[in-house]
Every structure is written in C-alpha cells, then in structure tokens.
T-cell receptor, first 113, second 110 residues
C-alpha cells in the first residue's frame, strides 16, 4: 500500500447505527486531518491531529468522534448521524510544519438514510 | 473576509487557450502556497507548490506568487478538456496552519 488509504470507500448507514471510518498513511507523516465535503460544496476541515494529539476541532457535532492511536492511523467514529451528514469524508496527511503540502486519501462516500 | 479567497467560477475557456486562476489570502505570515486539482467525486491532488515570489513552471502549469499583494495564481497553458476540474488554492502559515479556498471550477470546451 502506498500513499493514503481509506476504508470503506462507500458506506450506507441508518441514523441509529454506529460505524467507523479508517484512514492509514504510508508516507511517514506526523499530522493527519479529517475533512467533510458535501455535494458541490467546499472542503470543511473537521479535525487535525499533530503527533497524535488533537490540535484543531472546528465545532464539529459530538456525533463525530475522532481517534488517532498512532501517527499512521486515524479513525472517525460515527453514531446517531443525520441525513445532512451524508457527504464525502476525506482524510489527509502531511509533515508537521508550514512548508508541507497535504496528501489526500480517496475518501469515503457516506450516505445516511 | 475569508482567509483564502477564490472566484468560484465557473470559468470556461476553449481548448488550447490559457486558463488563469486566482487566489488572494489575508494572513501576511503565510509562507507556503499550493494548488490542488479535484475532479468531480474524487479527492484533491497536489499539482503545484510555490514558496517564493515569482513564477514557477511545471509543464503546462505556471504558479505565480506575489507576497506584497498577497496574491497567488495558476496559469494553465494549452488547456485540455481533461483539465476540467475544480482547482483549490491552499495557504500555509509558518506555524503550520493550512487553509483551503472554496475552489474555482474550470471547464475547458473542445
């Protein structure tokens, strides 16, 4: 595996379900990000982890719960979601610091029914 | 005022023309600048990075940076229909904060 991988690629869940999205980076980076992108809308930054510590949380509802057990893995735990949470969820990674670009995974297309 | 501003478009150019995409930013402490391309339904991919004033060329792409005017642009020469996508400008501060613009949608018509 190379780059940034995300699983599952597609997920359909009911509003009462609990599911988790997984992201893994194989680039040796030490910062990881979750973004939400609704249809034809801009990227929305949700969470940032740097050296496994959460450094940014952009007023995301508590039904989204991130976890970063090590610098290579990032999870997004989902529970009691709403239909408006249906979107493309993108994971990205980078080296920590201002000079570095982010590399994105392919995304998880989430549909909440 | 948004931290990173881009014209949302859509920008439409004929095949073979030069497409010019613009981005302005508000934080004078910004140090690194990136352009990403995002095809519909796909994730963003990095196409250019620029760190100092002036032009940087890579194939048909040229990034231009003017820190005094807080302006970064992307020129695409000999535009092809396969260049049709949304182009995202991203700006990093020295502290490592990264901010994306909302993107400009480009359509290249055959």
């Amino acid at each position: 595996e190379t780059g940034v991988t995300q699983t599952p690629r597609h997920l359909v869940m009911g509003m009462t379900n609990k599911k988790s999205l997984k992201c893994e980076q194989h680039l040796g980076h030490n910062a990881m990000y979750w973004y939400k992108q609704s249809a034809k809308k801009p990227l929305e930054l949700m969470f940032v982890y740097s050296l496994e510590e959460r450094v940014e949380n952009n007023s995301v509802p508590s039904r989204f719960s991130p976890e970063c057990p090590n610098s290579s893995h990032l999870f997004l735990h989902l529970h009691t979601l709403q239909p408006e949470d249906s979107a493309l969820y993108l994971c990205a990674s980078s080296q920590q610091g201002g000079s570095y670009e982010q590399y994105f995974g392919p995304g998880t297309r989430l549909t909440v029914t | 005022q948004k931290e990173v501003e881009q014209n949302s478009g859509p920008l439409s150019v004929p095949e073979g023309a030069i497409a010019s995409l613009n981005c302005t930013y508000s934080d004078r402490g910004s140090q690194s600048f990136f352009w990403y391309r995002q095809y519909s339904g796909k994730s963003p991919e990095l196409i250019m990075s620029i760190y100092s004033n002036g032009d940087k060329e890579d194939g048909r792409f040229t990034a231009q940076l003017n820190k005094a005017s807080q302006y970064v642009s992307l020129l695409i020469r000999d535009s092809q229909p396969s260049d049709s996508a949304t182009y995202l400008c991203a700006v990093n501060t020295n502290a490592g904060k990264s901010t994306f613009g909302d993107g400009t949608t480009l359509t290249v018509k055959p």
